[in-house]
């Protein structure tokens, strides 16, 4: 009964690369979330995604990030053209319902050089 | 506006003592209302959830929520060096009622 899986686990990309984020929800949980944690911060809300719709998008920025849940396969967060200050800890969870427990997978750690 | 809100800390008690970690909530429709450690440089992990007025007990934690007053908190009883991290309070409010995240708060557990 494997938990939320991420990866990669970690990521080093160069100013301007693009950058892709996998989670593959746990078995039967068909809600997503996408969180970003800068170092010795909170947890900050991006997107909250079901199979193949966003449900919300207020924590994402409106540049240069999107998301994808679709129907086969992981969810996506995508970053084209990073910059240093996108350097952080993506985390994704997922939930049976939109108000269950949200589990969390082990986070990709990304590094922009 | 700011739906689930914690004090960021640190906290820090002696070992032994109890650890009150505290939460408010302003969506009068929150139902659930869950409990989260993070270690440093990991990814949170649930310690508790508590969608009843009253107390919940799981071993040396207990949780309390009162929704008259908006109100989640978090005990620790016995707190051992290895109960410090950073606990996240979190509740169905806000939009399309999902569940929110507090900020967290840094508890340390002085030897």
């Known amino acids: 009964n494997a938990g939320v899986m991420q990866n990669p686990r970690h990521l080093v990309r160069r100013r301007g690369q693009e950058a892709r984020l996998r989670c593959s929800p746990m078995k039967g949980h068909s809600h997503v979330y996408w969180y970003r944690q800068l170092p010795e911060e909170g947890l900050k809300f991006m997107v909250y995604l079901q199979k193949e719709n966003i449900i919300d998008e207020s924590g994402m920025p409106k540049e240069r990030f999107s998301a994808e849940f679709p129907k086969e396969g992981p969810s996506i967060l995508r970053i084209q053209q990073v910059v240093r200050g996108d350097s952080a800890a993506y985390f994704c969870?997922?939930?049976?319902?939109?108000?269950?427990?949200?589990?969390f997978g082990p986070g990709t750690r990304l590094l922009v050089l | 506006q700011k739906e689930v809100e914690q004090n960021s800390g640190p906290l820090s008690v002696p070992e032994g003592a109890i650890a009150s970690l505290n939460c408010t909530y302003s969506d009068r429709g929150s139902q659930s209302f869950f409990w989260y450690r993070q270690y440093s440089g990991k990814s949170p992990e649930l310690i508790m959830f508590?969608?009843?007025?009253g107390d919940k007990e799981d071993g040396r934690f207990t949780a309390q929520l009162n929704k008259a007053s908006q109100y989640v908190s978090l005990l620790i009883r016995d707190s051992q060096p290895s109960d410090s991290a950073t606990y996240l309070c979190a509740g169905d409010s806000g939009g399309y009622q999902k569940v929110t995240f507090g900020i967290g708060t840094k508890l340390q557990v002085i030897p």
């Open positions: 969870a997922s939930s049976e319902g939109r108000r269950e427990t949200q589990y």
């Open positions: 508590i969608y009843s007025n």
